[in-house]
């Protein structure tokens, strides 16, 4: 079974973490600026039986360069097509992940052709687009000169509710990789931007939605 192990953790300083990354040695994964933007659309039956679950199905667009990707779900781009569901990672007798330090999730992906037509297909199928959410993502990883970090990711992700970086791969990794931008343990976030985007709307008292930028970038 496939596993996403990651942990998010917040910024304050975009140009301090960058002074991290380049201390540390990382490097972007992709050439350009390595910028890209995603338009996620979560999709869900209309008794929200999927989230209820604790599962998430979502066509992802990305657009390189950090340029801004149409919006509209009727763009035949190609896409990411993600499932995620709960109880991954390492499992103990009971059958519960052992991990409680990292977000970990059973992670099914593969990329389509075409979003609007599979889009289509879901509607077909009775679910529709249940919420939708962008973002501005930098993806870095660290030299082979550093063993230790083999299989992680460095992602610093521009988002309407703020500026983060998430850690994916091996845990040990993710602990030493945030240790070395000056994060510690107590900084970990485990929830997702949606849930974030949800505690932010009420916090503020306004209707929780979509999290998508105001203004275009």
């Known amino acids: 079974m496939a596993r ?11 140009k301090q973490l960058r002074a991290g990354l380049k201390r540390i040695g990382a490097r972007l994964t992709s050439g350009g600026t390595g910028r890209v933007h ?14 209820r679950r604790r599962q998430l199905l979502r066509i992802r667009v990305e657009t390189p360069d950090g340029r801004r990707s149409e919006r509209a779900k009727k763009a035949t781009q190609a896409a990411l097509l993600t499932f995620k569901g709960p109880d991954g990672g390492t499992r103990g007798r009971a059958g519960k992940s052992q991990d409680k330090r990292h977000k970990v999730r059973e992670e099914i992906e593969l990329r389509v052709e075409n979003a609007a037509a599979l889009a289509q297909i879901f509607e077909r199928l009775g679910m529709r687009a249940a919420v939708y959410y962008e973002k501005y993502r930098t993806t870095f990883r660290l030299p082979q000169s550093k063993p230790w970090a083999k299989g992680l990711l460095i992602e610093l992700d521009e ?8 850690l994916e791969g091996p845990p040990r990794a993710i602990d030493r990789a945030a240790k070395a931008l000056g994060f510690s343990k107590k900084d970990y976030i485990l929830k997702n931007y949606l849930r974030l985007n949800a505690e932010q709307c009420l916090q503020r008292g306004v209707k929780v939605g979509d999290m998508v930028f105001q203004k275009r970038k």
């Open 4 to 14: 996403e192990i990651e942990i998010k953790l917040r910024l304050k300083d975009v």
């Open 38 to 51: 995603e338009w996620n659309t979560v999709f869900d039956t209309p008794g929200q039986q999927l989230r």
């Open 159 to 166: 988002t309407p509710i703020g500026n983060f970086v998430e």
